[in-house]
């Protein structure tokens, strides 16, 4: 199948490559700007266009649920914490690791590798499995199939947020 | 001032020339004696002179009768408890050498010092912080000296830092470099101002922040200095009539009524009923416009706009009224040395119960959305406070002073024009924060309205001016028709008012407080010195007070509350 | 799946257009309202009743130059005003203005909305930093802090409706509210909770949409008495514009999320004005909420950043939570 440009089949594909764009430049921009900022900003619009890919998926509740937490109040957070930080500072450079460029490099390839064998030796059904996406559903599933994985998260989040507690307790009393 | 509280202050100080002039002492210390003297003023218990008033200096270079020293330093200091008012005067053998400081015994003399520094180049002895104060800090010279030419004007540039002042103060407020590690923060600092729009003209405040926390303040002021004081001295009596518009611009006409009255009281005019009245009439009803702006704007920096409008709309009807009777809307020059510039309207009385009720109506239509107002009592009480002891330190006076508990009225203590016979309160505060500072303007607002209709009842008729030729223009009946009457219209126009050489302090009720002018005058039509006592200097003087250790926008609503007013802070 | 993303695509745009408008006339309906509770005419000269002032304005502010200041961080200082329209548009694609009249109705529309919502303050602190203004930082810190601080209590409340009304699809939540005044959300007794703390649940969203507008007397990020404008003191033309136009839409979407959550929507307040179409039901709802905001910004002073805060975490957030908690039981016990 072949659907011409202007079908609107077409627009929506090209939309799907403009949210791909949009999703790696995020990407570029939060690795390579100067300024943290920046940085965040770049991380912010790979976020949404992540979110769009997942309202592309037939999930619009991951998708939401992706902007909500990581736009609204991840990128906030972070950019909050940088803002409070010299403004000055914040342009300068860490110091660079000789090692850290290979390293990255081929972590990175290695995630790709893993990434590109699972799914192709995952058997993909014919059909796409399309639920309605609502939350019913999800809820279900987390308290009954995923139970235990959504109290590991709870676990998680928890130990961060004592040693988070923990960090800003030692800042104040030095 | 009675006769036995004269003898009182003089029995204290042996061997200190002590005489009487108007109605108050006037000491002359040598400098020897100066801290003494200031003293024991201050903390003698029967004396508890707890108001220093002013300072300011004097330069005796072209004075036509000769002086030991060329400088003197004269403190103006209060009693406002038993109504006792002193002038100490040292001569200043060197004006490099100076004089020791007060600052010890009165917070006030900071400013006060300063500012005598900075116009005669007077030394103080001990002063913690001597710099210029009205004067742009690269000015060179001292303006007020004698020898300094009137038309000599200096281009300055560059702005103040005032690093070194704010991290005194810092220091003075137990910030140094280990606590800001402790508090966990860089402290930031701000200016709110010259130019920004709490400051209601140009006044630079800048602060040292945590978060928004202020933990120490430093004013500068000084950018709307204008050198009324020198402009007057080469200007006769009459014509600094208008320059006096333009101290406090709010309450134009209070201000020609204190200083024609502190003419008069040297002069001995007693001038005619009707005029008291009429003055009474318009110096309560500017004290109606002046706590109209203040709280207007005050409500404004709340963010509450309306206020502003229901407050503004009448001030700017009562602007009209206003015209119709001087011909100006703000700057209404409207008194003469021995009376009035002209008598009131047919139908004034008409006029002026239509807006006291549309004032009323307005005062009260803003106390409804204010007085039971969970956010402005969230905001304004308890924030910003003023014991009584330090506002009297600072110097303060007027509605500001009232607020933090201290009932000094000169009109109700020192009554002129009458005011004795007149039935009306003194609304006084009991913490000193910025709601007492609003309040007691709103109450102040129905007590003139008060006062107002009482002496419209009352106004007699009769001569606006006195008859006497030496001070006031004859009629121009006269002038056209008999040489005597042409004869004094032009020496009184050419030479002005010929006023006895001597030195006095008169002071008046205005809106923010006394308005006091210290007069010297070397008999000529123009006076020697004219030194301005303005009520908000002071006041401003202890802003830091107030502020420090409140949030910045409790400091926005604050510099509202007290009411600056560039023209009379500057002058 | 390829129609319903032409049809979004197609309603931003429409939702552009109408946010535009409501914009600009909600700037004059605010001064005109203001004029008519401060006793003074507001605009009245350009055209009849002063309505041509908001085009002309518009006008004059696209005619200016956008200036940078110096030291600022240019790119996204121009990128901040864009961001902050950039929620609101998005929110109003999937509002239900009546029974057919929805871009894109989700059955997640009430979870989109706070999603994007919640990025607006993005658009905020990227204005206030790349400013390089004090006053435009300190705004944009306090915006950030009460932003944060009233998503809180507003997501509780809208967990109860959620709660109640066993869906997250606007439309949905619409329809349960028919067919009289009697079974809007706000009304306790014939919603299936009975939870009679309804009416406040009400008052606090309202109160959380006030803040999270930024609206007075919740307008500490551009309190012009202290920090002169805030986060836009540095922005002329139409970046000031598109702020300004970004308040006023959110505005709008923030009483259009009351009216679906509280107020039944499209839904008439009697069945027997059924005749009159829900859009006008839906429009009325949303003005007349609209004029309670310009009610109380002309009324109120401004509260201190700490009052705000207070107010939010120690009142608000716990009647919030006890409300939702109540509901669950509520529920489970009818």
Request: charge should be negative.
């Amino acid at each position: 199948m072949n659907p011409s440009l202007f079908s609107a089949d077409g627009l929506v594909g090209l939309i799907f490559l403009l949210t791909i764009a949009i999703t790696i430049a995020g990407g570029i921009i939060a690795c390579n700007s100067e300024r943290l900022v920046r940085a965040v900003a770049g991380l912010m619009i790979c976020f949404i266009g992540v979110g769009a890919l997942y309202y592309f998926l037939n999930s619009p509740f991951v998708a939401m649920m992706q902007v909500l937490i990581y736009v609204g109040a991840v990128a906030v957070t972070i950019s909050f914490a940088i803002m409070l930080a010299d403004p000055e500072q914040s342009s300068q450079h860490g110091p660079i690791n000789a090692l850290s460029g290979p390293f990255g490099f081929i972590t990175a390839a290695l995630l790709t590798v893993g990434l590109a064998l699972i799914a192709l030796k995952t058997m993909w059904g014919d059909e796409p499995k399309v639920n309605d996406g609502s939350v019913k559903i999800i809820g279900t599933q987390l308290l009954t199939d995923y139970s235990m994985v959504f109290e590991l998260v709870s676990i998680v989040l928890l130990i961060s947020i004592i040693g988070a507690l923990v960090i800003a307790r030692e800042g104040r009393k030095s | 001032m009675k006769a036995t509280a004269i003898e009182k202050i003089c029995s204290k100080f042996p061997g200190i020339a002590c005489r009487e002039v108007l109605n108050y002492v006037e000491m002359t210390v040598q400098p020897e004696q100066l801290e003494e003297t200031l003293s024991r003023l201050k903390l003698y218990p029967e004396l508890n002179f707890g108001l220093l008033l002013d300072i300011t200096g004097i330069d005796y270079l072209e004075y036509p009768v000769a002086q030991d020293c060329r400088f003197a330093v004269v403190y103006t200091i209060r009693n406002w408890r038993d109504n006792m008012l002193v002038q100490v005067k040292v001569p200043v053998p060197d004006p490099d050498k100076g004089v020791p400081t007060c600052t010890h015994l009165w917070s006030s003399a900071n400013w006060a010092e300063r500012e005598v520094y900075d116009q005669y180049g007077i030394n103080f002895i001990g002063h913690p912080d001597l710099r210029r104060i009205l004067n742009h800090w690269q000015f060179k010279g001292h303006p007020l000296r004698k020898d300094y030419d009137i038309f000599k004007g200096q281009v300055c540039y560059d702005s103040y830092s005032m690093e070194n002042e704010i991290k005194n103060r810092l220091l003075a407020n137990g910030v140094d470099e280990t606590t800001m590690k402790d508090i966990n923060t860089e402290i930031m600092f701000l200016n709110l101002g010259p130019s920004h729009p709490a400051t209601h003209g140009a006044i630079r405040i800048f602060t040292a922040l945590d978060g928004e926390s202020i933990l120490a303040n430093v004013n500068e002021i000084g950018y709307l200095h204008r050198g009324f004081e020198k402009t007057a001295e080469n200007r006769t009596y009459n014509q600094v009539i208008p320059l006096t518009d333009r101290l406090n611009y709010c309450s134009a006409m209070m201000n020609n009524i204190a200083y024609v009255k502190a003419v008069e009281s040297w002069l001995g005019i007693e001038i005619t009923e009707r005029c008291k009245f009429m003055r009474v009439v318009m110096s309560e009803f500017f004290r109606v416009q002046d706590h109209l702006v203040c709280i207007a704007a005050n409500l404004v920096d709340m963010g509450g706009l309306t206020n502003y409008w229901y407050l503004y709309n009448e001030k700017e009807a009562s602007y009209d009224l206003i015209s119709r009777l001087t011909g100006a809307r703000l700057t209404s020059s409207f008194t003469r040395i021995g009376g009035m510039y002209r008598d009131f309207y047919d139908g004034w009385e008409h006029d002026m119960e239509v807006q006291l009720k549309a004032i009323e109506k307005g005062v009260s239509d803003s106390l409804a959305l204010v007085l039971k107002n969970r956010i402005v009592h969230d905001r304004t009480q308890g924030t910003c406070k003023l014991s009584a002891e330090t506002a009297l330190s600072y110097g303060f006076t007027g509605p500001c002073l009232r607020a933090s508990g201290v009932p000094f009225d000169l009109r109700k203590d020192n009554p002129y024009y009458n005011y004795e016979s007149f039935d009306f309160n003194v609304p006084v505060g009991s913490t000193g924060d910025i709601y007492d500072r609003i309040m007691v303007r709103f109450e102040e607002i129905f007590e003139s309205i008060k006062i107002i209709r009482q002496a419209m009842k009352h106004i007699p008729d009769g001569p606006i001016f006195v008859k006497d030729h030496n001070a006031v223009l004859p009629p121009k009946s006269e002038v056209y028709n008999n040489i005597e009457g042409l004869a004094n219209h032009f020496k009184l126009i050419f030479e002005g008012v010929k006023v006895p050489s001597g030195e006095w302090y008169d002071s008046f009720e205005a809106a923010n407080g006394e308005l006091g002018f210290h007069f010297v005058a070397d008999g000529s039509g123009k006076p020697y010195k004219l030194k301005v006592r303005p009520p908000c200097f002071y006041i401003m003087g202890g802003f830091h007070e107030m502020v420090e250790g409140e949030m910045i926008a409790d400091a926005v609503i604050n510099l509202g509350s007290i009411n600056i007013i560039g023209g009379e802070l500057d002058r | 799946m390829s129609l319903t993303l032409l049809n979004v695509i197609f309603a931003v745009v429409v939702a552009i257009a109408f946010a535009a408008l409501n914009a600009a006339y909600l700037v004059w309906a605010e001064r005109r309202g203001a004029g008519r509770i401060q006793r003074r005419p507001g605009p009245n000269i350009n055209g009849p009743f002063g309505l041509f002032q908001p085009p002309l304005d518009g006008l004059k502010l696209m005619a200016k130059q956008l200036t940078i200041p110096g030291g600022a961080d240019k790119i996204l200082f121009v990128a901040a005003p864009v961001l902050s329209m950039f929620p609101a548009i998005m929110s109003f694609v999937t509002i239900p203005f009546s029974e057919m009249i929805v871009a894109h109705n989700m059955n997640v529309g009430l979870l989109m909305i706070f999603a994007f919502a919640s990025s607006g303050s993005m658009a905020l602190l990227f204005a206030g930093w790349s400013s390089r203004n004090k006053y435009a930082m300190m705004s944009a810190v306090r915006s950030v802090s009460q932003a944060v601080a009233y998503e809180i209590p507003m997501l509780i409340t809208a967990i109860t409706i959620v709660l109640m009304t066993g869906t997250m699809d606007l439309m949905e939540i619409v329809r349960q509210q028919g067919p009289s005044i009697l079974h809007w959300n706000i009304f306790p007794l014939l919603t299936n909770s009975h939870n009679l703390l309804m009416p406040f649940s009400f008052l606090i969203f309202f109160t959380c949409t006030l803040a999270e507008t930024n609206r007075a007397p919740f307008d500490l990020g551009e309190a012009e008495s202290e920090l002169v404008a805030g986060f836009h003191i540095e922005y002329g033309s139409m970046g000031f514009g598109l702020f300004f136009m970004a308040e006023y839409a959110n505005i709008v979407i923030g009483s259009c999320l009351t009216t679906i959550l509280f107020l039944g929507g499209w839904h008439p307040p009697l069945p027997f004005l059924g005749f009159i179409p829900g859009v006008v039901w839906f429009l009325l709802k949303i003005y007349i909420l609209i004029a309670t905001f310009i009610w109380i910004r002309w009324t109120f002073p401004r509260t201190t950043i700490y009052g705000l805060l207070n107010l939010s975490w120690k009142i608000l957030i716990p009647i919030s939570l006890f409300n939702l908690l109540l509901t669950a039981g509520l529920l489970k016990v009818f």
